[in-house]
T-cell receptor, first 115, second 114 residues
Framework: QKEVEQNSGPLSVPEGAIASLNCTYSDRGSQSFFWYRQYSGKSPELIMFIYSNGDKEDGRFTAQLNKASQYVSLLIRDSQPSDSATYLCAVNIKQSSSNTGKLIFGQGTTLQVKP | GAGVSQTPSNKVTEKGKYVELRCDPISGHTALYWYRQSLGQGPEFLIYFQGTGAADDSGLPNDRFFAVRPEGSVSTLKIQRTERGDSAVYLC????????????FGPGTRLTVL
């Protein structure tokens, strides 16, 4: 079982709709969770991070975390064609007494927003 | 301010050759990470530096890979006897301090081994 799993997609939504991207992780010791956006040929760009159970909103983006279910999601409201990209879920796992901060990434979900 | 920079942006080499990839982190960032991203996959952790020392090199695939950060700023990833399977985008990321989780990525170096 992979440590961080995402559906590779593509996920296709019409412009203006809500896009829902999901991620599960295997290590219950995971401490912090990140969503990165990656346009084709570009490097990952941080969108949001979340540490606590519940929802965290930033503009059109909402991250949701459920540690009991080991599940984190990203909602994009009023999706725009410019949101079309690959969305990477990343998890920071604390190991023993140290935290190197290394991120474990899922394979990414490709989102297509159609005009 | 300036972000993370990486050079070269593209590197094409022949199987068996030696390559060096450079990363210049955001000024003042003490933590530096190298990741490797293959096509269609998420980045995969290689090595982490806190200051000058490699605090975690558990992601280096074998002893052909080595990285240094002699003055706690610029880092160089070195690959000996390159193989075709080393072809990937090599990403560098930095973050501000031990307690801050947010990593900022550079543009990457696309390595192609022929």
């Amino acid at each position: 079982q992979k440590e961080v799993e995402q559906n590779s997609g593509p996920l296709s939504v019409p412009e203006g709709a809500i896009a829902s991207l999901n991620c599960t992780y295997s290590d219950r010791g995971s401490q912090s969770f990140f969503w990165y956006r990656q346009y084709s040929g570009k490097s990952p760009e941080l969108i949001m991070f979340i540490y606590s159970n519940g929802d965290k909103e930033d503009g059109r983006f909402t991250a949701q975390l459920n540690k009991a279910s080991q599940y984190v999601s990203l909602l994009i409201r009023d999706s725009q064609p410019s949101d079309s990209a690959t969305y990477l879920c990343a998890v920071n796992i604390k190991q023993s007494s140290s935290n190197t901060g290394k991120l474990i990434f899922g394979q990414g979900t490709t989102l297509q927003v159609k005009p | 301010g300036a972000g993370v920079s990486q050079t070269p942006s593209n590197k094409v080499t022949e199987k068996g050759k030696y390559v060096e990839l450079r990363c210049d982190p955001i000024s003042g960032h003490t933590a530096l990470y190298w990741y490797r991203q293959s096509l269609g996959q998420g980045p995969e952790f290689l090595i982490y530096f806190q200051g000058t020392g490699a605090a975690d090199d558990s992601g280096l695939p074998n002893d052909r890979f080595f990285a240094v950060r002699p003055e706690g700023s610029v880092s160089t990833l070195k690959i000996q006897r390159t193989e075709r399977g080393d072809s990937a985008v090599y990403l560098c990321a930095s973050k501000a301090s031990y307690s801050t989780d947010t990593q900022y990525f550079g543009p990457g170096t696309r390595l192609t081994v022929l």
